[in-house]
């Protein structure tokens, strides 16, 4: 770091005194933001056209597979998975395949829930931990746009907000087809004089449509002690999670379309490798304390959390050994936090000026593998570290409203990583290294005019790459020598946009907007060592509308364009795998009518390159979900979802690589693999209140 840096960083330091909001951190509000409806996209409600938030009604009436789908309400979003429904999602936007998290900042109550330098992938971002139920709001962004969102935030990113209090306790139970079930009980009640606690506890278990059955057995917990006044409050946050399944991996194309393997029939379903699963587990404890004052708003937030994961897949069969199958094992425990304090000042009529700054710290200390195994017995080390990483950001930002119609918010972020690893299994990979960034950040919007708000965003983000690699001299499986990689890259985002409401009960939102990367750094966590991917940009369009013409009906349209292409010439060519470029989400939802409320959600995922020269894609998908709820009495609710309602036989991922399976040259075969999506399901839920 240079001593202009440092000066930098200790300027910073000394300005920044504790706080922390997790509203619009410009200009945060004295009493805490409450979205009971689907949306809150309305004219000036945000700093960007494709920012906004999800309310909680919206999760409550409409049918979800799994729990991260809520994200799926974010415009452009596509969630799907490649293995077990216990393993992190598979994540979609702007043009990204997010993989398992990377480029996509995800947190709940502020706890960040990707996994940097994980053994699997980097940016990990397990979901199942969500309560739907539970969630207050959804707040997104995309864009590297924002000073307060840091890494793995250049797509977007997204703070979900549980409630802290029940209006009453309620438990549920969900029986569905396969093997479904799943309880959930959670109240709230007052232990002392203006403090309350809720509690909620989850169980499911499913084996879902697997020729081996899946076999999830999920159990949840959530403990949260909150108190204070909309001026000064505080939160504190224990949650444990544990859950085990059989891993449902992709499976070649081609013994799907032969109906046949070693003798036996082989369908979409089937599985490759039995003997593969995970167990995982994660344990947080969590707090926040906020005050708002004289014009200014201080707070703190603070985490530690202990995280473990044994995970064994088998990808390619047998392309290298008699069973490929191979473990990833994660061993963790993380700190961290972030002090927040903005300062709020009348210049004048129809001016205002707030000035924040921020430090945000996170540590992390892991014991992470990759190991050839066989039926889940290790037969060798890949490879064996400990790695200690930390992560220090620092920002500050000004906004300006200069008068009715102009609003301006300049930011500055610095950060700075460091890493340790050390090597158990190949010294010459350990080592200690650090990077550091300056990001800058614009924004103008102006109006509203005709209840009609315009937005320029500008700003440059970046990601971090496995700390492994930055270290790492020699490829683990090959022995051959490998270049070190940068720790942070950046990225570059432009967007213009409006907000309009000119039509009257019509929120509709259009952004048109620009990504740049210098380059796709990827962690393989399956090959164990880091690949630099190539120079990148992406261009998209995208148009949200929320129609509500009366109080029986409402209907969201959701459409989202890009073209993603790497930019330097290569002969294998310059289109991006799996980089999906159509998205459409539909939803008609029917209310209040007497005891009957529905929602009928949509979805079209377009075909996405599975090779750089484009000749060869995937098929896209259209999934329909049904939910029909009826209020049997003031306590009582049925809820009827139908998942995948046409019965399509949609695939949720489609990969192009290298396996072997029995019988075939030594060498492999190259074709499509793919991951089915789950047939039309059935699901019963009765809820009770108390």
């Not at 000394?14 to 909001?21: A, E, K």
């Not at 989850?202 to 002690?225: C, H, Q, S, Y």
């Not at 082989?266 to 593969?276: C, H, N």
Request: hydrophobic share 35%; with cysteine; glycine share 8%.
């Amino acid at each position: 770091m240079t001593v202009r840096h440092k000066s930098l960083l200790t300027s910073f330091a000394l300005f920044c005194i504790t706080g922390w909001v997790h509203a619009h951190d410009g200009v945060p509000s004295l009493a805490p933001v409450v979205v009971t409806g689907h949306y809150d996209n309305s004219v000036g409600s945000s700093d960007a056209a494709s920012q906004g938030v999800i309310g909680s009604e919206l999760l409550r009436n409409s049918a979800l597979l799994r729990p991260a789908e809520v994200l799926e309400f974010i415009p452009g979003m596509v969630v799907t998975q490649h293995s077990g429904d216990g393993k992190a999602n598979q994540y979609f936007l702007r043009g990204m395949n997010l993989d398992h998290g990377t480029d996509f900042a995800t947190t709940i109550n502020g706890v960040p829930i990707n996994m940097p330098t994980h053994a699997h992938g980097h940016g990990y971002s397990d979901l199942n931990i969500l309560i739907p139920e539970l969630v207050s709001r959804v707040e997104y962004r995309k864009g590297p746009y924002f000073a307060s969102e840091g890494d793995f935030s250049s797509a977007g990113s997204a703070n979900i907000i549980y409630q802290t209090q029940l209006d009453k306790p309620f438990a549920s139970v969900t029986l569905g087809q396969r093997g479904y079930v799943r309880g959930l009980a959670a109240g709230s009640r007052e232990v002392s004089e203006g403090v309350s606690l809720l509690t909620a506890v989850e169980r499911m278990k499913n084996d879902g449509p697997w020729t081996v059955p899946e076999g999830i057995r999920k159990l949840n917990a959530l403990f949260t002690l909150s108190g204070g006044t909309p001026r000064e409050n505080w939160s504190t946050s224990l949650s444990a999670y544990s859950a085990s399944w059989n891993s449902t991996d992709q499976v070649p194309q081609r013994l799907i379309d032969a109906g046949s393997y070693q003798g036996q029939p082989f369908g979409r379903f089937d599985s490759l490798d039995p003997s593969g699963g995970a167990n995982t587990s994660r344990v947080s404890l969590s707090g926040n304390w906020r005050r708002s004052e004289n014009n200014q708003i201080t707070a703190v937030q603070w985490y530690a959390l202990k995280y473990d994961l044994d995970l064994y897949s088998n990808f390619t069969y047998a392309l290298e050994r008699p069973t490929d199958q191979f473990a990833q094992t994660d061993h963790r425990t993380v700190m961290g936090g972030k002090a927040f304090r903005t300062w709020i000042t009348e210049l004048g009529p129809s001016r205002t000026m707030s000035n924040t700054v921020c430090v945000q710290l996170r540590q992390d200390d892991i014991r992470v593998g990759l190991y050839d195994t066989a039926q889940r017995q290790i037969q060798a080390t890949v490879r064996d570290d400990q790695v200690r990483q930390s992560m220090l950001g620092v920002y500050g930002q000004n906004e300006i409203s200069w008068n009715t119609w102009l609003r301006t918010i300049a930011g500055l972020r610095a950060d700075r990583l460091n890493v340790n690893v050390t090597s158990h299994s190949l010294s010459e990979n350990s080592g200690k290294a650090s990077a550091f960034k300056l990001s800058p950040k614009m924004s103008f919007i102006f109006g509203p005019w005709n209840k009609t708000e315009f937005f320029l965003n500008a700003g440059n983000g970046f990601h971090s790459n496995d700390a492994r690699g930055m270290t790492a001299r020699v490829d683990p499986k090959t022995g051959l020598p490998i270049d070190r990689v940068p720790g942070l890259v950046s990225s570059r985002g432009q967007e213009i946009g409006f907000k309009t409401e000119v039509i009257p009960n019509l929120q509709s939102a259009f952004a048109l907007w620009r990504l740049d990367f210098d380059s796709e750094l990827v962690y393989v966590g399956d090959a164990g060592n880091t690949e630099a991917g190539r120079h990148s940009k992406r261009n998209g369009i995208e148009w949200s509308n929320h129609w509500t013409p009366g109080e029986h009906f409402l209907m969201d349209v959701n459409l989202a364009w890009t073209r993603p292409r790497y930019v330097d010439a290569d002969p294998v060519g310059n289109y991006i795998v799996n980089a999906t470029q159509r998205v459409a989400n539909l939803t008609f939802a029917p209310r209040n009518l007497g005891p009957w409320s529905g929602s009928l959600g949509v979805r079209y995922i377009g075909s996405a390159p599975l090779i750089e020269n484009n000749s060869v894609r995937s098929t896209s998908s259209l999934t329909t979900n049904l939910r029909v709820t009826k209020k049997i009495s003031n306590d009582i609710t049925l809820a009827l979802d139908v998942l995948n309602l046409a019965d399509r036989k949609n695939n949720d991922i489609s990969y192009y690589y290298t396996s072997r399976v029995a019988g075939e040259p030594l060498g492999g075969v190259d074709g499509m693999h793919v991951h089915p999506a789950e047939p039309r399901t059935i699901r019963l839920t009765t809820r009770f209140q108390f």
